[in-house]
């Protein structure tokens, strides 16, 4: 079992920044395919960025440019750094770790769906206001 706990959520107003993390229990961190998720009130969970045991990232366009995606794995620990934040960014975001190393015929990435996640934090708030 891998126990997931986020941290660094907030309220911050448009064009602000915000860190997340994401410390994860177990011996086994650096071999997990890592992902950020988020859900919006109504909306599904969405994809943000991912980051493979190698270190390669992948972003959902809406977020690229703005959004890094980093792992320190002797810390066993993720992070997002959020900057020029929206308001439509504003939703629960979620650390997730995935124990396949192939989903569908591909490599870890931001493809990969929510059912190709195995262990799942509690979530934390990132509100962004206008």
């Known amino acids: 079992q891998v126990q997931l706990v986020e941290s660094g959520g907030g309220s911050v107003q448009a064009g602000g920044s915000l860190r997340l993390s994401c410390l994860a229990s177990?011996?086994?961190?650096?071999?997990?395919?890592m992902g950020w998720f988020r859900q919006a009130p109504g909306k599904e969970r969405e994809g943000v960025a991912t980051?493979?045991?190698?270190?390669?990232?992948t972003y959902v366009d809406s977020v690229k440019g703005r959004f890094t995606i980093s792992r320190e794995n002797a810390k066993n620990t993720l992070a997002l750094q959020m900057n020029s934040l929206k308001p439509e960014d504003t939703a629960v975001y979620y650390c997730?770790?995935?124990?396949?190393?192939?989903?569908?015929?591909?490599?870890?990435?931001?493809?990969?769906?929510?059912?190709?996640?195995?262990?799942w934090g509690q979530g934390t708030q990132v509100t962004v206001s206008s």
């Open positions: 997730a770790a995935s124990v396949y190393t192939s989903y569908g015929r591909s490599t870890c990435g931001i493809q990969w769906p929510a059912a190709a996640y195995t262990y």
């Open positions: 177990g011996d086994t961190y650096g071999r997990y395919c």
């Open positions: 980051i493979a045991s190698d270190g390669r990232t």
